[in-house]
């Protein structure tokens, strides 16, 4: 009998233990029920919390202010995941405010105290103390991704909802985003959404993923966002995000990026640089929900340039940093060549919408003028919730995407050279579309109403096995453009005898000025209609 009442009260005093840690347990779930409170609130942005101390310092003088390795979070305890802060400044507009930032133990949920004592201060000395609620403006998380003994940064938090991401052995580049909202539309206004708040759970000491939580907030909606990021090879970050809205959003952009495109080797304006190429990214690979492969290389614009590339529950899309021949940047310090490629894989149908790809002008290498993200046919309304699960990897190259051969370079002859004599001058595309292993005997020469100049293309495929097709038997070259009345001369494919890629060149003679001439042009098995493609299909709008 007592055996029994003894083992009745050590269960008694367990379940009173567990009861009491699971109201003291942190978890997601938590975030969720604060991002649906905060959605019944209105939107308060975070304040710009520059004391005047900050306001005189130069760039130099701030880049004297980091983080001290001594007070690295988890440093004492050797944990395989550390983290540093980054301390508010007055240049860098991304670092004017402080959202909360908490560490979650298996005790809860601990807010971080800021102190300047963390901080380095080199050759500064202030009148009057630093705030001691000033905060941070965000953090960056180290692991030792590249060698086994030192911890290197790869995960960047600083600035409304941005992120940024590296692989072993890479530069950070282009941004990722939790949400856009109005983003490269003419017109609208753009609203940018703010990770108000962070969790940042403490690691095991053999942990190989890094989980985080955090509350977005903006005038249109609230989120729940979790992160769960694995790093390495390539870093893959798992992000479930539960948005609330507060009011109907028009274009609503998501799991976004930012990235720099200044110039690549077609542009004609390399602003005095002496690099050859200058970008973080140069093109947008999609893998639509019919499983075709797309490539859109990013051009130098001179004015917005917005593309939509209709779909319905895509498999994948991304911006890329394809090209990775250091001799194409010659740059030893922003090592462009070593940037991230971004890869977005949607768990669940995401139904019909777009990939939209905004590109501005610019002549800044410190401006972000390219955005890329997924829209939805079907709009947020107010009181609405949305669920999304998504996983992205950041990588230098994966030979899976795509699983076909690619386009290596695309060169552009502006104008393009004459044809050979007695070739004719111009060849009329039959319903758009020419299809053609060769090029075929040339009808009669027809004229140039529009007054164009003729454009000559030149793109080479490699990879996926095309390298061994032999010369004598060339693959099927597809063409489309759009307008139908596009004019095409001297089309062909040849094999580079010097790395075995193929080379499609084609000269198009757009039907008219201020008319953009959309291109697409693959390589395929066969002309009949059941062959399979070997190649991406690469797509160009030409504008003239």
Request: net charge negative.
């Amino acid at each position: 009998m007592r055996l029994h009442l003894t083992f009745a009260l050590i269960t008694a005093v367990l379940l009173v233990i567990t009861l009491h840690a699971g109201k003291k347990r942190f978890t997601f779930e938590k975030v969720q029920v604060f991002a649906q409170q905060q959605a019944q609130v209105p939107f308060v942005p975070l304040p710009d919390i520059i004391p005047p101390q900050l306001k005189k310092l130069t760039p130099y003088q701030e880049r004297g202010i980091f983080w001290k390795d001594t007070y690295r979070l988890w440093r004492v305890k050797g944990l395989p995941f550390q983290v540093d802060f980054f301390h508010v400044l007055a240049s860098d507009p991304s670092a004017h405010n402080a959202p909360r930032i908490n560490t979650v133990d298996h005790r809860g949920s601990h807010f971080l105290a800021y102190s300047p004592t963390f901080f380095n201060f080199l050759n500064l000395n202030f009148t009057s103390p630093l705030p001691a609620d000033l905060g941070y403006a965000g953090f960056y998380l180290r692991y030792p991704i590249n060698k086994p003994d030192q911890l290197d940064g790869f995960f960047s938090v600083k600035g409304t909802s941005y992120f940024r991401v590296i692989a072993k052995d890479q530069v950070y580049g282009l941004s990722a985003r939790g949400l856009a909202i109005n983003t490269g539309v003419d017109g609208k206004t753009e609203e940018f959404p703010q990770f108000k708040e962070w969790w940042l759970y403490e690691p095991t000491a053999n942990a190989t993923q890094f989980v985080l939580d955090a509350l977005l907030d903006s005038a249109s909606v609230t989120g729940a966002y979790e992160f769960k990021i694995t790093p390495g090879a390539v870093t893959s970050v798992d992000v479930h995000a539960t948005l609330f809205f507060r009011k109907p959003v028009d274009w609503l952009g998501i799991a976004p990026f930012s990235s720099m495109y200044l110039y690549g080797e077609n542009a004609p304006n390399h602003f005095g640089n002496v690099h050859p190429e200058v970008h973080d990214s140069d093109g947008v690979l999609i893998n639509t929900g019919k499983d075709d492969w797309l490539w859109h290389p990013l051009e130098q614009v001179p004015q917005l340039q917005f593309y939509k590339f209709a779909d319905e529950n895509p498999k994948g899309f991304g911006l890329l940093q394809r090209d990775r021949d250091f001799q194409h940047y010659q740059d030893l310090d922003m090592k462009y060549n070593v940037r991230p490629s971004a890869w977005v894989v949607p768990h669940g149908n995401w139904g019909k919408g777009s990939i939209v790809l905004a590109h501005r002008p610019s002549n800044d290498i410190t401006s972000d003028n390219v955005v890329l993200y997924w829209h939805s046919d079907q709009l947020p309304k107010a009181g609405d919730r949305m669920d999304l699960d998504y996983t992205i990897d950041f990588y230098m190259n994966d030979a899976e995407w795509p699983p076909l051969a690619y386009a290596k370079t695309a060169l552009i002859v502006n104008p393009a050279p004459p044809p050979p004599s007695p070739l004719p001058s111009a060849i009329p595309i039959p319903a758009a579309t020419v299809k053609s292993p060769l090029a075929p005997s040339l009808p009669p020469p027809i004229p140039n109403p529009g007054n164009t100049t003729p454009v000559q293309f030149l793109v080479d495929f490699m990879g996926d096995g095309i390298e061994n097709i032999p010369a004598a038997a060339p693959p099927y070259l597809q063409l489309h453009f759009d307008p139908p009345q596009t004019g095409l001369r001297e089309w062909k494919i040849e094999k580079n005898g010097y790395d075995n890629s193929w080379r499609a060149s084609f000269t198009i003679i757009p039907f008219k000025h201020n008319v953009p001439t959309e291109l697409h042009c693959r390589l395929m098995q066969n002309a009949k209609p059941e062959a399979k493609p070997l190649s991406e299909e690469w797509n160009y709008t030409w504008h003239q």
